[in-house]
Protein backbone atom coordinates (compact mmCIF):
# COMPACT_ATOMS: atom_id res chain seq x y z
CA UNK A 1 0.00 0.00 0.00
CA UNK A 2 1.30 3.55 -1.22
CA UNK A 3 -0.19 6.47 1.67
CA UNK A 4 0.58 9.79 0.55
CA UNK A 5 0.16 12.15 3.80
CA UNK A 6 0.26 16.37 3.56
CA UNK A 7 2.94 15.79 0.86
CA UNK A 8 4.90 19.53 0.07
CA UNK A 9 7.29 19.92 -2.66
CA UNK A 10 8.63 23.41 -3.38
CA UNK A 11 11.26 24.73 -5.56
CA UNK A 12 11.89 28.36 -4.34
CA UNK A 13 9.01 30.15 -5.11
CA UNK A 14 7.30 27.37 -6.80
CA UNK A 15 5.39 24.77 -4.93
CA UNK A 16 5.04 21.81 -7.59
CA UNK A 17 3.05 19.78 -4.86
CA UNK A 18 0.95 20.81 -1.88
CA UNK A 19 -0.57 19.08 0.91
CA UNK A 20 -1.21 16.41 -1.04
CA UNK A 21 -2.62 13.00 0.51
CA UNK A 22 -3.82 9.73 -1.02
CA UNK A 23 -4.14 6.05 -0.60
CA UNK A 24 -3.06 3.53 -3.15
CA UNK A 25 -4.84 0.20 -1.64
CA UNK A 26 -4.10 -3.22 -2.87
CA UNK A 27 -5.91 -5.00 -5.41
CA UNK A 28 -6.70 -2.27 -7.08
CA UNK A 29 -4.90 0.14 -10.42
CA UNK A 30 -5.28 3.23 -9.20
CA UNK A 31 -5.07 5.91 -12.22
CA UNK A 32 -3.00 8.78 -11.31
CA UNK A 33 -4.47 11.97 -13.49
CA UNK A 34 -3.71 15.58 -13.84
CA UNK A 35 -3.11 17.83 -16.31
CA UNK A 36 0.31 18.33 -17.65
CA UNK A 37 2.38 20.45 -14.80
CA UNK A 38 0.08 19.38 -11.97
CA UNK A 39 2.82 17.84 -10.09
CA UNK A 40 2.22 14.13 -11.20
CA UNK A 41 6.24 13.03 -11.84
CA UNK A 42 7.42 15.24 -8.87
CA UNK A 43 5.34 12.74 -6.00
CA UNK A 44 5.56 9.26 -8.00
CA UNK A 45 9.99 10.90 -7.47
CA UNK A 46 9.05 11.85 -3.47
CA UNK A 47 6.94 8.17 -3.08
CA UNK A 48 10.17 6.35 -4.55
CA UNK A 49 13.02 8.87 -2.45
CA UNK A 50 14.48 10.14 -5.73
CA UNK A 51 13.17 13.84 -4.27
CA UNK A 52 13.10 14.97 -0.89
CA UNK A 53 9.66 16.23 0.33
CA UNK A 54 9.44 19.71 1.78
CA UNK A 55 7.01 18.80 4.00
CA UNK A 56 4.83 15.61 4.52
CA UNK A 57 5.67 11.77 3.78
CA UNK A 58 5.42 9.03 1.57
CA UNK A 59 5.43 5.76 2.77
CA UNK A 60 5.13 2.51 1.23
CA UNK A 61 3.63 -0.39 3.54
CA UNK A 62 4.05 1.82 6.26
CA UNK A 63 7.96 2.66 5.42
CA UNK A 64 10.12 5.78 3.56
CA UNK A 65 11.15 3.71 0.18
CA UNK A 66 14.53 4.72 1.11
CA UNK A 67 13.96 2.10 4.70
CA UNK A 68 12.89 -1.07 2.52
CA UNK A 69 15.94 -3.27 2.16
CA UNK A 70 14.72 -5.24 -0.81
CA UNK A 71 14.79 -3.08 -3.16
CA UNK A 72 13.10 -4.40 -6.44
CA UNK A 73 11.65 -6.68 -4.29
CA UNK A 74 9.14 -4.14 -2.78
CA UNK A 75 8.72 -1.64 -5.29
CA UNK A 76 8.92 -1.78 -9.02
CA UNK A 77 8.62 1.71 -11.35
CA UNK A 78 8.67 2.94 -14.57
CA UNK A 79 9.18 6.41 -14.49
CA UNK A 80 11.62 7.77 -17.60
CA UNK A 81 12.23 4.78 -20.18
CA UNK A 82 14.59 6.50 -22.43
CA UNK A 83 17.02 6.76 -19.30
CA UNK A 84 18.51 3.25 -19.60
CA UNK A 85 22.25 3.12 -21.45
CA UNK A 86 21.32 3.07 -25.02
CA UNK A 87 24.63 0.78 -25.49
CA UNK A 88 23.72 -2.06 -23.34
CA UNK A 89 21.89 -5.04 -24.76
CA UNK A 90 18.29 -5.25 -23.07
CA UNK A 91 19.30 -8.87 -21.43
CA UNK A 92 22.60 -7.19 -20.12
CA UNK A 93 20.61 -4.10 -18.74
CA UNK A 94 17.94 -6.29 -16.54
CA UNK A 95 20.83 -8.52 -15.42
CA UNK A 96 22.65 -5.73 -14.07
CA UNK A 97 19.85 -4.78 -11.79
CA UNK A 98 19.08 -8.60 -11.28
CA UNK A 99 22.44 -9.01 -9.93
CA UNK A 100 22.12 -5.66 -7.43
CA UNK A 101 19.13 -6.29 -5.80
CA UNK A 102 19.95 -10.61 -5.64
CA UNK A 103 17.46 -11.64 -8.15
CA UNK A 104 18.21 -15.30 -9.99
CA UNK A 105 19.31 -14.73 -13.72
CA UNK A 106 16.03 -17.02 -14.11
CA UNK A 107 13.87 -14.08 -13.35
CA UNK A 108 15.46 -11.46 -16.30
CA UNK A 109 14.58 -14.29 -18.66
CA UNK A 110 10.96 -14.91 -17.38
CA UNK A 111 10.20 -11.26 -17.29
CA UNK A 112 12.13 -10.37 -21.00
CA UNK A 113 9.12 -13.20 -22.16
CA UNK A 114 6.47 -11.82 -20.47
CA UNK A 115 7.21 -8.13 -21.86
CA UNK A 116 7.68 -10.03 -25.59
CA UNK A 117 11.59 -9.25 -25.70
CA UNK A 118 12.89 -12.72 -25.96
CA UNK A 119 13.78 -12.40 -29.47
CA UNK A 120 15.26 -8.91 -29.11
CA UNK A 121 17.20 -9.82 -25.71
CA UNK A 122 20.43 -9.31 -27.54
CA UNK A 123 20.07 -6.55 -29.48
CA UNK A 124 20.91 -2.50 -28.27
CA UNK A 125 18.82 -0.62 -26.37
CA UNK A 126 20.17 2.11 -28.64
CA UNK A 127 17.98 0.85 -31.38
CA UNK A 128 15.20 -0.05 -29.74
CA UNK A 129 11.78 2.14 -30.38
CA UNK A 130 10.01 3.96 -27.69
CA UNK A 131 7.57 1.50 -27.54
CA UNK A 132 10.22 -1.19 -26.73
CA UNK A 133 12.19 0.77 -24.59
CA UNK A 134 8.60 0.93 -22.64
CA UNK A 135 7.93 -2.63 -22.48
CA UNK A 136 11.90 -2.96 -21.12
CA UNK A 137 10.99 -0.58 -18.86
CA UNK A 138 8.05 -2.38 -17.91
CA UNK A 139 10.47 -5.44 -17.21
CA UNK A 140 12.56 -4.26 -14.96
CA UNK A 141 9.44 -3.28 -12.75
CA UNK A 142 8.07 -6.85 -12.58
CA UNK A 143 12.06 -7.85 -12.47
CA UNK A 144 11.72 -8.22 -8.50
CA UNK A 145 7.81 -9.66 -8.32
CA UNK A 146 7.42 -6.76 -6.08
CA UNK A 147 3.72 -6.36 -4.23
CA UNK A 148 3.69 -2.40 -4.91
CA UNK A 149 4.15 -1.11 -8.61
CA UNK A 150 4.31 2.41 -10.66
CA UNK A 151 4.38 3.69 -13.63
CA UNK A 152 4.47 7.15 -15.37
CA UNK A 153 2.92 6.88 -18.34
CA UNK A 154 3.35 3.81 -19.30
CA UNK A 155 1.75 3.65 -22.71
CA UNK A 156 3.48 6.43 -24.40
CA UNK A 157 5.04 5.07 -27.55
CA UNK A 158 2.58 1.23 -27.52
CA UNK A 159 0.68 0.50 -30.73
CA UNK A 160 -2.50 -0.98 -30.23
CA UNK A 161 -1.49 -4.21 -29.46
CA UNK A 162 0.71 -3.33 -26.98
CA UNK A 163 -1.83 -1.26 -25.31
CA UNK A 164 -3.96 -3.76 -24.87
CA UNK A 165 -1.49 -5.84 -23.64
CA UNK A 166 -0.39 -3.35 -20.93
CA UNK A 167 -3.61 -3.31 -19.66
CA UNK A 168 -4.27 -6.65 -19.33
CA UNK A 169 -1.21 -6.55 -17.36
CA UNK A 170 -2.11 -4.00 -15.13
CA UNK A 171 -5.34 -5.74 -14.05
CA UNK A 172 -3.69 -8.76 -13.58
CA UNK A 173 -1.41 -7.16 -11.42
CA UNK A 174 -4.03 -5.72 -9.62
CA UNK A 175 -6.30 -9.24 -9.16
CA UNK A 176 -3.37 -10.73 -7.87
CA UNK A 177 -3.50 -8.02 -4.76
CA UNK A 178 -0.53 -5.90 -5.56
CA UNK A 179 -1.14 -2.10 -5.36
CA UNK A 180 -0.86 -0.75 -8.98
CA UNK A 181 -0.33 2.73 -9.69
CA UNK A 182 -0.44 4.60 -13.12
CA UNK A 183 0.03 8.07 -14.04
CA UNK A 184 -1.04 9.30 -17.12
CA UNK A 185 -2.89 12.24 -18.89
CA UNK A 186 -5.02 10.50 -21.15
CA UNK A 187 -8.87 10.48 -19.68
CA UNK A 188 -9.81 7.25 -22.30
CA UNK A 189 -6.66 5.35 -20.95
CA UNK A 190 -8.00 5.59 -17.41
CA UNK A 191 -11.30 4.33 -17.99
CA UNK A 192 -10.15 1.13 -19.84
CA UNK A 193 -7.45 0.69 -16.82
CA UNK A 194 -8.29 1.86 -14.06
CA UNK A 195 -10.80 0.80 -10.92
CA UNK A 196 -9.86 3.98 -8.88
CA UNK A 197 -8.54 7.78 -9.95
CA UNK A 198 -6.47 10.21 -7.51
CA UNK A 199 -6.88 13.22 -9.71
CA UNK A 200 -4.47 16.26 -9.05
CA UNK A 201 -4.24 19.73 -10.47
CA UNK A 202 -1.08 22.46 -9.72
CA UNK A 203 -0.37 19.99 -7.03
CA UNK A 204 -3.32 19.94 -5.36
CA UNK A 205 -5.82 16.96 -4.79
CA UNK A 206 -9.17 17.78 -6.98
CA UNK A 207 -10.94 13.78 -6.17
CA UNK A 208 -10.06 10.49 -5.16
CA UNK A 209 -12.50 8.19 -5.70
CA UNK A 210 -13.81 5.44 -8.04
CA UNK A 211 -14.39 6.24 -11.93
CA UNK A 212 -18.18 6.27 -11.73
CA UNK A 213 -17.95 9.02 -8.75
CA UNK A 214 -15.17 11.15 -10.45
CA UNK A 215 -17.35 11.21 -13.71
CA UNK A 216 -20.59 12.00 -11.77
CA UNK A 217 -19.30 14.96 -10.42
CA UNK A 218 -18.37 16.29 -14.04
CA UNK A 219 -22.27 17.08 -13.91
CA UNK A 220 -22.89 15.45 -17.62
CA UNK A 221 -25.28 13.01 -16.80
CA UNK A 222 -28.47 13.15 -19.38
CA UNK A 223 -31.37 11.23 -20.49
CA UNK A 224 -31.83 11.00 -24.74
CA UNK A 225 -35.83 10.50 -25.29
CA UNK A 226 -37.24 10.30 -28.74
CA UNK A 227 -40.96 10.97 -29.33
CA UNK A 228 -43.70 11.69 -31.24
CA UNK A 229 -44.48 15.02 -29.58
CA UNK A 230 -41.37 16.65 -28.06
CA UNK A 231 -43.08 19.94 -27.55
CA UNK A 232 -45.48 18.27 -25.22
CA UNK A 233 -43.08 16.15 -23.25
CA UNK A 234 -40.41 19.04 -22.86
CA UNK A 235 -43.48 21.36 -21.34
CA UNK A 236 -43.81 18.17 -19.08
CA UNK A 237 -40.27 17.94 -18.05
CA UNK A 238 -40.13 21.20 -17.93
CA UNK A 239 -42.54 21.42 -14.96
CA UNK A 240 -40.58 18.85 -13.40
CA UNK A 241 -37.55 21.26 -13.04
CA UNK A 242 -35.43 19.58 -15.75
CA UNK A 243 -34.20 20.78 -18.65
CA UNK A 244 -34.65 19.92 -22.40
CA UNK A 245 -33.39 20.61 -25.35
CA UNK A 246 -33.54 19.09 -28.88
CA UNK A 247 -30.60 16.48 -29.61
CA UNK A 248 -29.47 17.92 -33.15
CA UNK A 249 -26.83 15.07 -33.02
CA UNK A 250 -29.53 12.37 -33.70
CA UNK A 251 -31.20 11.92 -37.22
CA UNK A 252 -35.02 12.06 -37.36
CA UNK A 253 -36.86 14.76 -35.27
CA UNK A 254 -38.48 14.24 -31.83
CA UNK A 255 -35.34 13.34 -30.05
CA UNK A 256 -34.13 15.40 -26.81
CA UNK A 257 -31.64 15.88 -24.48
CA UNK A 258 -33.04 15.85 -20.73
CA UNK A 259 -30.70 17.11 -17.69
CA UNK A 260 -32.34 17.56 -14.62
CA UNK A 261 -34.16 14.05 -13.93
CA UNK A 262 -33.45 10.40 -14.12
CA UNK A 263 -34.29 8.05 -17.51
CA UNK A 264 -36.60 6.40 -14.75
CA UNK A 265 -38.67 9.72 -14.21
CA UNK A 266 -38.66 11.12 -17.84
CA UNK A 267 -40.42 7.39 -18.12
CA UNK A 268 -42.90 7.84 -15.73
CA UNK A 269 -43.81 11.31 -16.70
CA UNK A 270 -44.40 9.99 -20.03
CA UNK A 271 -46.06 6.99 -19.04
CA UNK A 272 -48.92 9.27 -16.57
CA UNK A 273 -49.49 12.17 -19.76
CA UNK A 274 -49.81 9.23 -22.43
CA UNK A 275 -46.77 10.58 -24.19
CA UNK A 276 -45.72 7.80 -26.36
CA UNK A 277 -41.74 7.10 -26.34
CA UNK A 278 -39.69 5.94 -29.08
CA UNK A 279 -36.24 5.46 -27.41
CA UNK A 280 -35.59 6.27 -23.25
CA UNK A 281 -31.61 5.84 -22.59
CA UNK A 282 -29.64 7.11 -20.00
CA UNK A 283 -26.11 8.94 -20.61
CA UNK A 284 -23.94 8.67 -18.27
CA UNK A 285 -21.14 11.71 -17.83
CA UNK A 286 -17.64 10.59 -20.00
CA UNK A 287 -14.44 10.54 -17.57
CA UNK A 288 -12.85 12.73 -20.03
CA UNK A 289 -15.22 15.61 -19.95
CA UNK A 290 -15.74 15.44 -15.93
CA UNK A 291 -11.73 16.10 -15.84
CA UNK A 292 -12.03 18.80 -17.94
CA UNK A 293 -14.66 20.47 -16.72
CA UNK A 294 -13.07 19.98 -13.13
CA UNK A 295 -9.42 21.01 -13.89
CA UNK A 296 -10.14 23.75 -16.01
CA UNK A 297 -8.91 26.30 -13.56
CA UNK A 298 -5.80 24.03 -12.31
CA UNK A 299 -4.43 23.56 -15.63
CA UNK A 300 -0.92 25.66 -16.46
CA UNK A 301 -1.52 25.36 -20.10
CA UNK A 302 -4.38 25.88 -22.23
CA UNK A 303 -4.89 24.64 -25.94
CA UNK A 304 -5.02 28.78 -27.64
CA UNK A 305 -4.42 30.81 -25.13
CA UNK A 306 -1.28 33.40 -25.43
CA UNK A 307 1.47 34.17 -22.93
Sequence with gaps: MIEVDQLTKRYGAVTAVKDLTFTVRPGHVTGFLGPNGAGKSTTLRMILGLNRPTAGSATIDGRPFARHRAGLRQVGALLDAGDVHGGRT????????????????????????????????????????????????????????PPVLLFDEPINGLDPEGVRWVRGLFRRLAAEGRSVLVSSHLMSEMENTADRLVVIGRGELIAEESLAEFAARGGGASVTVRTPDPVELAAVLAMEGAHAQPDVRLDGGGALTVTGLSAARVGELAHQRRIMLHELTPRTASLEQAFMELTADRADHLAGERR
Excluded: T
Aim: charged share 25%; net charge positive; no cysteine.
Design 90 to 145: AAAHLHALARANGLSRRRVAAVLEEVGLARVARRRIGGFSLGMRQRLGIAAALLGD
